[in-house]
């Protein structure tokens, strides 16, 4: 059994799996305190959050140097929307992320190309 250390990232085992529940990553609270879309998109602002962040928190941060919509962000921390959701309102409550609505995307959210290449993108995954 192989266990990855607290500073590689999220606790997996090569067996079981994450061996830290999702939502005690959350404290257990299913709503954020802030209004997100998954195509929301969250940025760090540079602020320096007071009180203790999980490791979640602090990956969350580091991947949100440049604007990362929640879904993708909740793809890359291997946890449920719903608790990305929450990690993220913390950050946000903190200072530490700013968020803009999908509506702050250039193009529309509904476009022909972009479903193509989200579509194009999915075929290669599988």
């Not at 009180?51 to 990362?68: K, M, V």
């Not at 719903?82 to 968020?99: E, Q």
């Amino acid at each position: 059994m192989t266990v990855a250390a607290a500073g590689d990232g999220p606790w997996l085992d090569d067996a079981a799996g994450r061996l830290v529940r999702p939502f005690t990553v959350s404290n257990g609270r299913t709503r954020p305190t802030v209004s997100l879309d998954l195509m929301s998109q969250v940025m760090a602002t540079g602020a320096t959050p007071l009180g203790y962040l999980g490791p979640e928190h602090t990956q969350a941060l580091d991947l949100c140097r440049a604007p990362l919509p929640v879904a993708e962000l909740a793809a890359h921390l291997r946890l449920p929307v719903a608790v990305t959701k929450v990690l993220l309102s913390d950050l946000v409550d903190c200072g530490a992320l700013t968020t803009k609505p999908p509506a702050a995307f250039h193009h529309h959210p509904t476009d022909r190309a972009l479903l193509e290449a989200v579509l194009d993108g999915l075929r290669r995954q599988l």
